[in-house]
């Protein structure tokens, strides 16, 4: 039997708003499962995720977790 190896994950937040910024942003946005002050989702930690983020970091807070 293999052990299971911990996957890392991100805690994302979104902390200001999408009023006023580019179509583009705010549909990264819903695809992170995001669109509200306040919601946080957990997603895990690839380079496409990463890139989502960076996109938009202005907008997010983002925490490594174990998962």
Known sequence: MSAKKKQKLLK????????????KQ???LAGLGLGRIGRTVTRPDD???RG????I???????EVEG
């Open 26 to 28: 705010k549909k990264v």
């Open 57 to 63: 970091s202005h907008l997010l807070s983002v925490e």
């Open 47 to 49: 380079p496409c995720i």
């Open 12 to 23: 994302i937040t979104q902390v200001k708003s999408q009023i006023g910024n580019q179509g």
């Open 52 to 55: 989502m983020v960076a996109k």
